[in-house]
């Protein structure tokens, strides 16, 4: 096998410090069809446009573009610019000991300069240190004296209220004595990642912990593909240590030691291997009884853009976009449907919340599944539009939680894999309905589905993606309808 080049970056050596196949992965890809990650490919978009923001903090500027510019040719025009007195630069490129870093915002400060590293996340992580140590260590190389770094992230205690206002969607943690404290063993991590590239074999690295801190490792797929099912890490919940299980060779569960697992895991454990349900009849029964009608399966999808978009709102907070309602006014009554899908380019809570009314009976049982997301959403749209308040805090008050039965275990079939999740408890129990050929089939996709809605302009794809948010949402509450009739057939007469 030829070896690769030894050439590093940023993102390269921080993958080398989460593990060392990792990066050896990355510059000799396995012969193994690694499934898509569009979730990283929406993160990757929205942390651009926050990085454009963050430009704002420093205007005037210059950026020093990566597309359509070789590494050369970016080099060599951050060096103009330094020569030029630029007091900003955006996306500066430097190279040192071959190793290839741009910083997002570069400051001049007299005689120093300044780094800026802007992140989405909305504190200080280890692994930031880490990103920003690699920086200065380069730029340092390249005969930069840094007076300072920082750490850019999102504050979300700010609230939005007309334009927005950059200098309080940011914060930024002066992270200089953090990042000098790395310094003194980049030169042995750097070197251990150049032997690691140079290696012509795999390493040997046996999963860990480390797979998925401080991310989940793009080869968790390859390196976990000998992990056969109803495995220590199906375990569900905190409880035995997986791994310390795992490196004794206690692997399946018919080798776990039950005496090591808490009551659910053991349960979890023992119904698979015996193939039994469990079933509270008395316990079922109550919650049942808990329940009236009229009575409405209710559903939300929403938005978490880190960049507000609309007053009264944070960073990150939960904007419901659509709804989905199955409504049933008396039992054995013809069940209605009814749902709501906002305009792509409109604040979509105001509408919501007036649909939400007009549907739901003032008096009726509301049943979600997670009571604590829909009793939120609802109670943020209380907040926000006080002649309303009272007529949706009166919903959310008749709001009961489909999720207890299960989380509490009333109900456990074996085939849960020890969890309550919707996913997992519709199969089961409703094996007719299925997310499997839906285009949008959770609440990751849809977030990515209405926020390419908002920016489509074919009215073909447009059409087609509203077409997959509604029918993904109705099958939610779809879902809890067959969910809650096979529930009441356990039961006795």
């Not at 926050?50 to 420093?58: M, P």
């Not at 692994?127 to 730029?139: F, G, P, R």
């Not at 960073?315 to 449907?337: C, D, M, N, W």
């Amino acid at each position: 096998m030829a070896r690769n080049s030894s050439g590093l970056s940023k993102s390269l050596i921080l993958k080398g410090l989460q593990c060392p196949k990792a990066l050896w992965l990355s510059k000799n890809p396995p012969a193994f069809d690694l499934p898509p990650r569009p979730d990283l490919e929406a993160k990757f978009a929205a942390g651009t446009k926050v990085g454009l923001l963050a430009q704002r903090l420093f205007p005037g500027g210059i950026e020093v573009p990566y597309e359509g510019m070789s590494f050369p040719a970016q080099l060599a025009r951050t060096r103009e610019l330094i020569d030029r007195g630029a007091p900003v630069i955006y996306e500066a490129s430097f190279s040192f000991s071959a190793i290839f870093v741009k910083v997002d915002i570069l400051v001049r400060d007299g005689d120093a300069w300044q780094i800026h590293e802007v992140k989405m996340g909305t504190g200080v992580k280890p692994v930031n240190l880490d990103d920003v140590a690699i920086q200065h260590y380069v730029l340092n190389g390249c005969g930069l004296k840094i007076s300072a770094d920082y750490l850019v992230h999102i504050d979300t205690d700010y609230v939005r209220q007309g334009e927005l206002d950059v200098t309080r969607l940011f914060k930024s943690a002066d992270i200089t004595a953090k990042v000098m404290a790395r310094q003194q063993g980049l030169p042995e991590a750097v070197r251990e990642c150049r032997q690691v590239l140079g290696a012509a074999r795999e390493p040997a690295t046996a999963i860990g912990p480390h797979c998925h801190t401080p991310w989940d490792c793009d080869f968790i797929p390859y390196c976990w593909r000998d992990i056969p099912e109803n495995s220590v890490f199906d375990l569900r919940g905190t409880g035995a240590d997986k791994f310390a299980l795992y490196r004794q060779g206690l692997l399946r569960f018919h080798e776990l030691p039950l005496d090591q697992l808490n009551a659910r895991q053991r349960q979890q454990v023992e119904a698979t291997l015996t193939r039994k349900d469990v079933i509270d009849t008395e316990k079922l029964r109550e919650f049942l009884d808990s329940l009236w009608f009229p009575l409405c399966c209710l559903d939300f999808e929403t938005s978490n853009d880190p960049v507000p978009l609309f007053d009264g709102t944070r960073p990150y907070q939960q904007v419901p976009f659509q709804f989905s309602i199955h409504l049933r006014k008396t039992r054995g009554a013809k069940l209605e449907h009814h749902e709501f899908l906002a305009p792509p380019a409109s604040d979509p809570r105001r509408r919501l919340a007036e649909g939400l009314l007009a549907v739901i009976p003032e008096d009726a049982c509301i049943l979600v599944y997670n009571q604590s997301f829909e009793k939120g959403v609802i109670g943020r749209l209380a907040e926000q539009f006080a002649d309303i308040e009272v007529d949706l805090l009166k919903r959310a008050e008749n709001i009961r939680d489909l999720m207890e039965p299960f989380r509490q275990r009333h109900i456990y079939c074996w085939q849960f894999n020890g969890s309550y999740s919707i996913k997992e408890v519709l199969p089961v129990l409703a094996p007719e309905l299925s997310y499997g050929d839906l285009d949008v089939a959770d609440g990751q996709a849809a977030m990515r589905a209405y926020r390419m809605l908002k920016e489509a302009s074919d009215p073909a794809e447009q059409d087609r993606l509203r077409q997959a948010l509604l029918a993904y949402c109705r099958q939610d509450t779809l879902a809890m309808v067959r969910i809650l009739d096979a529930l009441e057939s356990v039961l006795p007469p």
